[in-house]
């Protein structure tokens, strides 16, 4: 069965530092893989996904994310976070024999500290 | 684009009555949508796969006929929780599929008395 590990349940970092979040997933076929952002209160919005191609990715405000095979893993970065980044990151992984269907990890809480 | 909305954002209602939620895709066709239970400082539960002119696929122990969902077309999904008691309060959150991607909705907050 697939799996998706955050180890990381809270991070708080400074505005301005930089951010790795740690994703970690176990799946048998070729798996497609997604990075979420949600704020309180709200749906989730797509940051950035990996299909296949580059391994790593770029999305939206600023973050990108290294799909490593060798470590089943796929962590999101970003060089310099901002005070709006605080919410709560989830990943996920699917697969096109899963017919859209995700499994997500327990998210990563962020705090940013000014 | 891909955007993905949700009807009512919140409720609140009387045990023993039911509540409608409507997902809606506004600038895409979703053949494929998915309806996820959220719990306070929890990841997403999925309740059920919802395809567009059939019956929806329930994950296990998500009661079919507690959670009835329709869709009826290509933009429009229903998740109805029958005879609602406190237990079912918590937020509900509709995805819509594209292109082996899900994007979601901003979710909807029952309470249910």
């Known amino acids: 069965a697939q799996s998706v590990t955050q180890p990381d349940i809270h991070i708080t970092v400074s505005e301005g530092a930089s951010l790795e979040l740690r994703c970690n997933y176990s799946?048998?076929?070729?798996?497609?893989l997604f990075w979420y952002v949600q704020s309180p209160g709200q749906g989730l919005q797509l940051l950035l996904k990996y299909f296949s191609g580059d391994t790593l990715v770029q999305g939206i405000k600023g973050f990108e994310a290294e799909f490593k095979r060798s470590q089943s893993s796929f962590n999101l970065r970003k060089p310099s976070v901002h005070w709006s980044d605080a919410a709560e990151y989830f990943c996920a992984v699917g697969a096109l024999t899963s017919y859209g269907k995700l499994t997500f990890g327990q998210g990563t809480i962020l705090t940013v500290h000014p | 684009g891909a955007v993905v909305s949700q009807h009512p954002s919140r409720v609140i209602c009387k045990s023993g009555t039911s509540v409608k939620i409507e997902c809606r895709s506004l600038?895409?066709?979703?053949?494929?949508m998915f309806w996820y239970r959220q719990f306070p400082k929890k990841s997403l539960m999925l309740m059920a796969t919802s395809n567009e002119g059939s019956k929806a696929t329930y994950e296990q122990g998500v009661e079919k006929d507690k959670f009835l969902i329709n869709h009826a077309s290509l933009t429009l999904s229903t998740l109805t929780v029958t005879s609602a008691h406190p237990e079912d309060s918590s937020f509900y959150i509709c995805s819509a599929g594209l292109q082996e991607t899900q994007y979601f909705g901003p979710g909807t907050r029952l309470l249910v008395l």
């Open positions: 799946y048998g076929a070729t798996p497609y």
């Open positions: 600038d895409f066709q979703a053949t494929t």
